[in-house]
């Protein structure tokens, strides 16, 4: 309880959404450009959407990086945006360039969301045993009792 009496109000507030959601930003780095307040409010706010996924793991901590590919870049896809979330058991990376800051880590964030989503999938199939042997077991014994009749 004294740890969150010396955070400042801004880190108070953004240590007890995460802590709910059970996520932590580790790192927030900005290459070849400042990381102003707002991209780091943009960043957070994308990352409570994929910690919304992320209830069920635990730790869960993710380090993100955006900025600008090169500094001597005017053109193009010179923005990115890339994350790196790990849970128990597996790693998840997402990296987009765009000619966009914003874009790029709407992508990226939309792109970890989906491999997240993908993995808790896979987990809750790993449990279940596969409809196809089934309904093959099924079929076959119908097909038998066709050629038995014919």
């Not at 740890?3 to 930003?25: E, F, G, K, N």
């Not at 010179?78 to 597996?90: C, D, K």
């Not at 896979?122 to 093959?136: C, E, M, T, Y």
Request: with cysteine.
């Amino acid at each position: 309880m004294k740890l969150l009496a010396l955070l400042t109000p801004s880190c108070y507030d953004t240590y007890v959404i995460l802590h709910q959601i059970t996520m932590r930003i580790i790192e927030i780095k900005g290459t070849n450009m400042d990381l102003t307040p707002a991209i780091k409010q943009r960043v957070e706010n994308k990352l409570q959407m994929v910690a919304k996924l992320c209830t069920k793991f635990d730790p869960c901590d993710v380090r993100v990086d955006v900025g600008m590919t090169g500094k001597h870049h005017k053109k193009g896809d010179i923005y990115y945006a890339e994350f790196n979330l790990i849970v128990p058991g597996t790693s998840f990376r997402a990296e987009v360039k765009k000619d966009d800051l914003y874009a790029a880590i709407e992508q990226a964030t939309s792109d970890l969301r989906r491999q997240v989503r993908d993995y808790k999938e896979k987990l809750r199939d790993a449990g279940r045993s596969p409809a196809s042997s089934r309904s093959d077991e099924s079929i076959g014994a119908h097909h038998d009792a066709y050629e038995v009749a014919a």
